[in-house]
C-alpha cells in the first residue's frame, strides 16, 4: 500500500486522505487503485457508518499526475481511476469531502457523487477538460447541467473556468465555506460523524432513494463519457495540449486551478 492515500478508521469514520504535498496531491494510478479499495471495504463493512475524502489544509488535489497519466493511460473501465469512479459511485454510506486548496479536474468532478462538501476560504475548482483537448468525466456533463443548468454548465465545462468556495456554495454544488483549512477538515469530521448516531439503514435506504431516479442514466453516461475520454486521449487536439501542458515542467492539474 502506497502512503500517498492515508485511510484510517475511528468512530466509524473512515478517512481517505490524499498525501502526496509536494506534488499538490496529484493523483496516480496506484493511488486511484487504494482509494478504491478503501470505498469498497467502507460500503462493506458494518462498522464503517460514514467516509471522508480529503487531501490536507492547504490543498485538496491537483488532479491527475501528468506523467503517471500519461505513462499508463486509461484503456477501458478496468483502469484504476475507472475503478475509483465505480466505488465511489457505489457506495452506500455518506461520503463527506473536505475541500482545500485546488480541487481540479476529477477533484472537482468527485464532489458531484458525494453526499456533504465543505470548502476551505482558499478553495479553488476547475475542470479543465476541454483546454486540454479532452470531455469531461465521470458524469459531469450530465449531473452540472442538471444542478445548474445549460449555460452555467457550459460556462464551467465548456470554458473550464474556474470558481473558489464561495461559488461552489452559491451554486449548490457545497454546503458550506470554512474559516480556516483546519476548520474545514475539522466540520467534515463532525459530520461525518453525526451519521454515526443515525439509525444506518435508514441512512442507506435514504441515500438510495435519492439517487434511484437518474442513478441508471448517470452510469450510462459514465460509461459513454469514459469510452470517448479513452479516445480522446489518442487524438492530435489532445496530444498537441498535453504535450505543450508538459512542456511547461508542471508536474499536475494546479495550474489551472
Not at 84 to 105: D, I, T, W, Y
Not at 184 to 204: G, K, N, S
Not at 233 to 253: G, N, V, Y
Given at each position: 500500500?502506497?502512503?500517498?492515500?492515508?485511510?484510517?478508521?475511528?468512530?466509524?469514520?473512515?478517512?481517505?486522505?490524499?498525501?502526496?504535498?509536494?506534488?499538490?496531491?496529484?493523483?496516480?494510478a496506484a493511488m486511484?487503485?487504494?482509494?478504491?479499495?478503501?470505498?469498497?471495504?467502507?460500503?462493506?463493512?458494518?462498522?464503517?457508518?460514514?467516509?471522508?475524502?480529503?487531501?490536507?489544509?492547504?490543498?485538496?488535489?491537483?488532479?491527475?499526475?501528468?506523467?503517471?497519466?500519461?505513462?499508463?493511460?486509461?484503456?477501458?473501465?478496468?483502469?484504476?481511476?475507472?475503478?475509483?469512479?465505480?466505488?465511489?459511485?457505489?457506495?452506500?454510506?455518506?461520503?463527506?469531502?473536505?475541500?482545500?486548496?485546488?480541487?481540479?479536474?476529477?477533484?472537482?468532478?468527485?464532489?458531484?457523487?458525494?453526499?456533504?462538501?465543505?470548502?476551505?476560504?482558499?478553495?479553488?475548482?476547475?475542470?479543465?477538460?476541454?483546454?486540454?483537448?479532452?470531455?469531461?468525466?465521470?458524469?459531469?456533463?450530465?449531473?452540472?447541467?442538471?444542478?445548474?443548468g445549460h449555460a452555467?454548465?457550459?460556462?464551467?465545462?465548456?470554458?473550464?473556468?474556474?470558481?473558489?468556495?464561495?461559488?461552489?456554495?452559491a451554486l449548490g454544488?457545497?454546503?458550506?465555506?470554512?474559516?480556516?483549512?483546519?476548520?474545514?477538515?475539522?466540520?467534515?469530521?463532525?459530520?461525518?460523524?453525526?451519521?454515526?448516531?443515525?439509525?444506518?439503514?435508514?441512512?442507506?435506504?435514504?441515500?438510495?432513494?435519492?439517487?434511484?431516479?437518474?442513478?441508471?442514466?448517470?452510469?450510462?453516461?459514465?460509461?459513454?463519457?469514459?469510452?470517448?475520454?479513452?479516445?480522446?486521449?489518442?487524438?492530435?487536439?489532445?496530444?498537441?495540449?498535453?504535450?505543450?501542458?508538459?512542456?511547461?515542467?508542471?508536474?499536475?492539474?494546479?495550474?489551472?486551478?
Open positions: 500500500m502506497s502512503d500517498a492515500v492515508v485511510v484510517s478508521q475511528a468512530e466509524g469514520v473512515m478517512t481517505l486522505a490524499f498525501n502526496r504535498p509536494d506534488k499538490k496531491n496529484a493523483l496516480t486511484y487503485s487504494q482509494a478504491a479499495l478503501a470505498l469498497q471495504e467502507a460500503d462493506q463493512a458494518a462498522a464503517v457508518r460514514a467516509v471522508v475524502i480529503q487531501g490536507d489544509a492547504q490543498c485538496f488535489t491537483s488532479g491527475n499526475d501528468i506523467q503517471d497519466f500519461l505513462k499508463s493511460p486509461p484503456a477501458g473501465q478496468e483502469a484504476p481511476v475507472f475503478q475509483f469512479m465505480q466505488a465511489l459511485l457505489e457506495c452506500r454510506k455518506p461520503v463527506v469531502a473536505a475541500v482545500n486548496g485546488s480541487a481540479v479536474g476529477i477533484g472537482t468532478t468527485l464532489l458531484l457523487h458525494c453526499d456533504l462538501v465543505f470548502v476551505g476560504p482558499d478553495a479553488k475548482l476547475k475542470m479543465p477538460f476541454v483546454g486540454l483537448g479532452l470531455c469531461p468525466e465521470y458524469g459531469s456533463s450530465f449531473l452540472l447541467p442538471q444542478r445548474l452555467k454548465a457550459a460556462q464551467l465545462l465548456l470554458l473550464g473556468e474556474s470558481f473558489d468556495g464561495a461559488q461552489a456554495v454544488l457545497a454546503n458550506a465555506q470554512l474559516a480556516s483549512g483546519e476548520a474545514c477538515l475539522r466540520h467534515a469530521r463532525e459530520q461525518a460523524l453525526r451519521f454515526t448516531q443515525l439509525a444506518p439503514q435508514a441512512v442507506l435506504q435514504s441515500k438510495a432513494l435519492m439517487r434511484a431516479p437518474y442513478l441508471q442514466q448517470l452510469k450510462q453516461v459514465i460509461a459513454e463519457e469514459g469510452a470517448l475520454f479513452v479516445q480522446r486521449l489518442r487524438s492530435p487536439e489532445a496530444m498537441e495540449a498535453l504535450s505543450a501542458f508538459m512542456q511547461r515542467r508542471t508536474p499536475d492539474f494546479s495550474r489551472f486551478a
